[in-house]
């Protein structure tokens, strides 16, 4: 067969499998701030310590503002494990302490249909968000000991998948299979750093990025 209609094909079978999908919703990221120095940058599984406006994008009312409403205090929250919305966890990926970020979340990434307190249903919202502090997740021996089930000393994907699932369903979340594969791929892409597919004891202890 001539390249040229294998390629007309390959276009056709590519249009059906991708082409009728609905678009998956997005965060629009603005960064309105960013520090010259960066030592590093957030991932899943770090703490952060964030200040934060919430605005509704349908007339600007204001919602929550960390500064102003509760106890005054910035909030800590784990990145990447659904403690927080959707679009959060989405948009506050590889920020450096000291930056700010406008996130525009649409309704499926936020409160949904449902809506939430102040917030109605079907709402976009908007927040002001600067991460004052980033910590590292846990990393202790314990937590390798318990994420390694065969006790070969090195975590394969699957060992860290299973983890993932306990972890959303210990936060009362359900398991959610592509997206835990998402997260696999996105922390070995950054832990395993000798690539052999497997995130050793030494690779999990410490951190190299803080260099
Ligand atoms: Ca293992
Ligand atoms: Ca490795």
Redesign the pocket.
Known sequence: MIPELWTCIFSVLFYYVHGAKLPEPEVKIEVLYKPFLCHRKSKYGDILLVHYEGFLESNGTMFHSSRHHGDKNPVWLTLGIREVIKGWDMGLQGMCAGEKRKLTVPPALAYGKEGKGKIPPESTLIFDIEIIEIRNGPRSHESFQE??????????KA?VKEYLRKEFERHGYAANDTHHEVMVEDIFQKEDEDNDG?ISAREFTYKHDEL
């Open positions: 994420m390694d089930l065969n006790d070969d000393w090195k975590l394969s060992e497997f």
